[in-house]
């Protein structure tokens, strides 16, 4: 992915059973395969009111929050303030309706581009100075993003997005 040293990386979704399998929830799925990649062996711990789960492996904490998408941002400033982590330090996994279905971007230091995870993650930083593995999922939809990212994912979307995931993964751990 790149050569920076991240201390924080985040995987957002929304908690909750009805939303696995949900365009919303990749970077979640993304973060906990990265994580299988390093043969955990240990369980994730949860802190401070349940904000977020995480896991320290090797100089890297690994959290995924434990709110809801549109507050993601109390989740990643609790963990940055907890671990002491500035956030030009930070990754955070999402899903990007921007980007065509089976194509991903890392970027640092942008907008939100009306995505309300990031949105929150912004506004409760104070500052876009983090990075972002923007994970695509805009397929053959014509509905609104709003209208289909906490649909299931289809069969033909899974195929390829499970592609990205894997050459993620890859890259990840080389």
């Not at 990265?34 to 995480?54: Q, R, V």
């Not at 890392?106 to 929150?120: C, E, F, W, Y």
Request: proline letters at 3%; a positive charge.
């Amino acid at each position: 992915m790149t050569k920076h040293s991240f201390k924080l990386i985040a995987g957002l979704g929304n908690p909750g059973k009805s939303y696995i399998n949900t365009y919303h929830n990749i970077g979640a799925e993304t973060l906990y395969r990265i994580i299988g990649n390093k043969k955990l062996k240990k369980p994730f711990s949860i802190w401070k009111k349940e904000l977020f789960e995480y896991i320290k492996i090797e100089n890297c904490i690994y959290i995924i929050p434990l709110t809801y998408m549109n507050e993601a941002g109390k989740a990643i400033r609790a963990a940055a303030k907890r671990f002491n982590i500035q956030p030009k330090d930070i990754l955070i996994i999402h899903d990007d309706t921007d980007i065509a279905l089976g194509v991903y971007k890392l970027s640092h230091d942008r907008g939100s581009a009306g995505h309300n995870g990031i949105k929150s993650i912004i506004s409760c930083l104070g500052t876009k100075n983090f990075w972002r593995l923007r994970i695509g999922v805009r397929g053959a939809h014509t509905i609104k993003a709003s209208n289909f990212v906490l649909q299931k994912i289809s069969p033909q979307d899974k195929e390829l997005l499970e592609k990205v995931l894997l050459e993620i993964q890859a890259s990840y751990t080389e």
